[in-house]
């Protein structure tokens, strides 16, 4: 049965080859205005789930609040030592900062104020102890 349909089909698009041209051609027209008209793509993930749900809501209350911390990038800087990867962290800054139509702002990670007087208190734990170990042996400079 299938087997028949399939050769009147065969059959009858080789008989009348630029009829089935020109349905073809119709058919792909009628489907491309069809999709235009009727499907759309939105890449905009912000729009994928509703604003209406309470997390969502939070979410971007959050946003509001602590703004620029969705669309961050972050670059990892590897050296044979902290003063050469600190340096070079350094150099990338300066190059970067004046480039304001590609960043919003750039910052330094783990330097600045906070960091100058707290950045103990990011150190591993056995590191601190070594560190205020040296600072507790460290005899008193005398001026005489």
């Given amino acids: 049965m299938l087997t028949r349909i399939i050769v009147a089909l065969v059959r009858g698009c080789t008989r009348y080859a ?3 041209i020109v349905a073809g051609l119709i ?3 009628v489907a491309g205005a ?3 008209r009727h499907f759309a793509i939105d890449t905009d993930i912000g729009k ?3 604003n209406d749900l309470p997390w969502r809501q939070r979410e971007i209350a959050f946003d509001k ?5 969705n669309d961050l990038i972050l670059a990892v800087i590897e050296a044979p030592t902290p003063e050469q990867a600190r340096q070079a962290g ?4 300066k190059k970067l ?5 590609k960043f919003i702002w750039v910052r ?3 330097s600045g104020p906070f960091f100058d007087t707290n950045g103990l208190l990011f150190l591993p734990t056995d590191e601190v102890a070594k560190q205020t170990e040296q600072l507790a042996s460290a005899s008193p400079i005398s001026i005489s």
Avoid: R
Wanted: glycine share 6%.
């Fill in 27 to 29: 058919l792909a027209v």
């Fill in 34 to 36: 069809y999709s235009v």
């Fill in 108 to 110: 330094f990670a783990g």
């Fill in 18 to 20: 630029w009829l089935t």
């Fill in 90 to 93: 350094l150099d990338l800054e």
């Fill in 48 to 50: 994928l789930i509703s």
């Fill in 65 to 69: 609040a602590f703004p620029g911390q």
């Fill in 97 to 101: 900062v004046p480039q304001t139509d």
